[in-house]
């Protein structure tokens, strides 16, 4: 079992729509950060949380650390937000500072 | 510019052949990670500098790859006598550890992608 989950592992959705990308984790962490990879490879980093929740325009993140659980949130949903979302965890403790990743969840969204 | 910045994007290689990526990393980032990419595989960690130090290398495969970083700036990572195996995007990432601009967030280059024949 991957320490990173996320679901759904595929979402297509229509324009407008609201939409959900959530991740679960089995370790410790200290952080806990929402990446945007689009088809020609590059990576953006949308958030890093450690506790509660973070806006940024149209997307939400939420974190819930005792239920070791966060929620990527978009509104009024786009093509353009069409890309693979990513949730990668740095586990708590330790000399290591490397992440966790999930294996990502593709979303389509269709006009 | 003002990212970070990866070179070669593109690179084909014949197997056995010795191929050197290399990071150029945020004016004042004091981390780099390298990760890499799999054709439909999730990002793997390979290694973290943190200045020109390596304290966490437990993600390089085998000891065909080795990685280096010099006054605390740009990094190169070579793979020796290239596999099949090894044909993926290779991500480079940084950040600031400290300081007033210090968020946590990471920010990547675009990647090398490297293809062995």
């Known amino acids: 079992k991957n320490e990173v989950e996320q679901s759904p592992q595929n979402l297509t959705a229509q324009e407008g729509e609201f939409i959900t990308i959530n991740c679960s984790y089995s370790?410790?962490?200290?952080?806990l950060h929402w990446l945007q990879q689009h088809p020609g490879g590059g990576i953006v980093s949308l958030f890093m949380?450690?506790?509660g929740k973070k806006k940024h325009g149209r997307l939400i993140a939420t974190i819930n650390i005792q239920e070791k659980h966060s929620s990527l949130h978009i509104t009024a949903s786009h093509p353009r937000d069409s890309a693979v979302y990513i949730c990668?965890?740095?586990?708590?403790?330790?000399?290591?500072?490397?992440?966790?990743f999930g294996t990502g969840t593709l979303l389509a969204v269709q006009p | 510019g003002a990212g970070v910045s990866q070179s070669p994007s593109n690179k084909v290689t014949e197997k056995g052949k010795d191929v050197e990526l290399r990071c150029d990393p945020i004016?004042?980032?004091?981390?780099l990670y390298w990760y890499r990419q799999s054709l439909g595989q999730g990002l793997e960690f390979l290694i973290y500098?943190?200045?020109?130090?390596?304290?966490?290398k437990s993600g390089l495969p085998s000891d065909r790859f080795s990685a280096e970083r010099t006054g605390g700036s740009v990094s190169t990572l070579t793979i020796q006598r290239t596999q099949q195996e090894d044909s993926a995007v290779y991500l480079c990432?940084?950040?600031?550890?400290?300081?007033?601009?210090?968020?946590?967030?990471?920010?990547f280059g675009e990647g090398s992608r490297l293809t062995v024949l």
């Open positions: 990432a940084s950040r600031t550890t400290s300081g007033l601009k210090y968020t946590g967030e990471l920010f």
């Open positions: 370790v410790g962490i200290s952080a």
């Open positions: 949380l450690s506790s």
């Open positions: 990668a965890v740095r586990p708590d403790g330790g000399a290591t500072n490397k992440l966790i």
């Open positions: 004016s004042g980032h004091t981390a």
């Open positions: 500098f943190q200045g020109n130090s390596a304290p966490d």
